[in-house]
């Protein structure tokens, strides 16, 4: 395959995961014949017939099936249309899925594909981050795959363990974003990766906000900066150690996500700076969200609700002066 975007990279993914294990089978509305919303699982009811599911119109249903069907020893995917849609069923998610190992001894290896993010025009009912949501939960694994080649290796990843996994796939990322190959080698559940090198300041990221975080790097570059890119890749489990060993060669932090601000990834990562690296840090750390208010629909205002590459740049300067 010559070029593989981040969306066949997630239906190739699950392909795999078909071909290699008997007990994976997909769930989710209009996942069968018509290949789901966004074409994620194209074809695969043909490929794998009896094993592409359509749900029907119950978010709630749709969990509290593939829960069952864990306990009885398979390994369901589920997609969401919408991430947003997924706190329809918010309660089999967060009260079942994610207590079910505690309170039984029994696994619970669930996926939950949620298309998450905004894109232009996508409004305040199909654009939600939700990442910290459900990393609130303990029992809970929150991947976000900023690129293609942990699109595709991450969700192998998820269905391989016996705990349920949020996969945050970002829905701008689908057709922007593409790669020659997928991944020959991986980064374990819950490693942070490197995404960038530098020394003036570390920015920690996760999903698309990781390439406006690099378009960002690339234009302060031109004003001899050189920063520091930090991809958190899960953000539960999150790995606090190449973040602080980041902050320790930069001495300043800028924490971007698309999330809202309160309670978020972001406000996570700068307390665990603080708490258990604070002399690492020479000035205060800074975070950069999307605005404190529902998505807008319109484009030009749903390009400033959330941070661009311009605003990164723009955050990072008066952190570098300070």
Not at 91 to 101: E, P, R, W
């Amino acid at each position: 395959m010559s070029s593989i975007t981040y969306l066949e990279a997630i239906r190739l993914a699950q392909e795999k995961a078909l071909a290699d294990d008997p007990r994976v089978f997909l769930y989710g509305q209009d996942v069968g014949n018509f290949g789901g919303a966004f074409k994620a699982t194209k074809n695969l009811a043909k490929e794998f017939p009896g094993r592409v599911f359509d749900a029907p119109l119950s978010e709630d249903a749709i969990i509290g099936m593939a829960v069952g069907a864990a306990i009885e020893g398979m390994r369901p995917i589920v997609e969401m249309q919408f991430a947003d849609f997924s706190t329809c069923g918010f309660n089999q998610i967060v009260n079942h899925a994610a207590t079910l190992y505690y309170r039984t001894g029994v696994p619970c290896p669930i996926v939950v594909r949620l298309p998450s993010g905004g894109t232009s025009g996508g409004g305040p009912f199909h654009s939600q981050s939700m990442e910290a949501l459900y990393a609130h939960y303990p029992g809970l694994v929150v991947m976000t795959p900023a690129t293609v080649e942990d699109a595709y290796s991450m969700l192998l990843e998820a269905v391989a363990l016996d705990d349920p996994v949020i996969f945050c796939e970002h829905k701008f990322l689908y057709y922007h974003l593409k790669s020659e190959r997928l991944p020959e080698s991986v980064l374990p559940v819950g490693k942070a990766r490197l995404a960038r090198a530098g020394r003036d300041a570390t920015i920690v990221t996760h999903g698309a906000m990781l390439h406006e975080s690099i378009a960002a790097a690339t234009e302060l570059a031109g004003d001899g900066y050189e920063i520091e890119i930090v991809d958190l890749r899960t953000v539960k489990p999150l790995d606090m150690d190449t973040v602080l060993a980041s902050v320790a060669r930069t001495g300043r932090l800028l924490c971007v996500s698309e999330e809202w601000p309160w309670g978020g990834v972001a406000a996570e990562v700068i307390a665990r700076v603080t708490s258990e690296g604070f002399g690492l840090l020479d000035v205060a750390p800074q975070r950069l969200n999307a605005k404190d208010t529902p998505v807008p629909y319109h484009p030009d205002l749903w390009s400033v609700h959330r941070p661009t590459a311009s605003a990164i740049a723009e955050v990072s300067r008066r952190l570098l002066n300070i």
